[in-house]
């Protein structure tokens, strides 16, 4: 019985890793169907024919991460608000000339910036855990291997985090490129591997 909470704790974290390299993934192949380009931004997806992709695979990711327990109080509260922040994002679309907009039928503007909020939330927290609370324990056999990979992961993601700040300032330089496209998704994919090597998906103990 033992063996099969472990089995299933682990499969929990494999799958929340799994949602943030599908998310970019899916909602790019999506938009191919459709003869869509690649959007600014992954969030501008919402206003595609991957909308319902972007919008499923976050509110999956908010509900995996509000579900799992880590083993002390900071663990938990880090996941519960990387999981509300998932949520957030989905509820409250990106900027688009469309007034009132999401669930709460809220003006652009408001429901653009509490998206915001939001995405900056998510991803400051999920690089709080893979590098200060994934590492914790003592490192020994293939331990240290994956605190490596949490700290490269943890860092990648707060990096990203910077360079989407000066993007934001030097945004007319770089328009027309879909640079935060694939900065958010190289975020993802930390933010992924992170998280399947928490599930031991990669360096399994022996």
Known sequence: MVNRLVMSYMGLRKTIGATGILLFLLVAIGGMFSGTPIQDSISAYYWTNSGDVLVGVLFMAGAFLLTYKGYDLMD???TISAGTSAIGIAIFPCFNA?????????????????????AVLFFVTLS????FQFTKGEEKGRKKKRNLIYRICGLVMFGMIVVLAVLH???AVFSGYNVTYY??????GAFGVSWLTKGQ????DK
């Open 76 to 78: 938990n509260v880090l």
């Open 98 to 118: 469309v007034s009132p907009v999401g669930y709460f039928q809220l003006s652009e503007k408001v429901t653009g910036t509490l998206h915001f909020i939001f």
């Open 128 to 131: 709080i855990m893979s590098y």
């Open 169 to 171: 300032i030097v945004d």
């Open 183 to 188: 900065v958010e998704a190289v975020m993802l």
């Open 201 to 204: 998906a990669i360096l399994k």
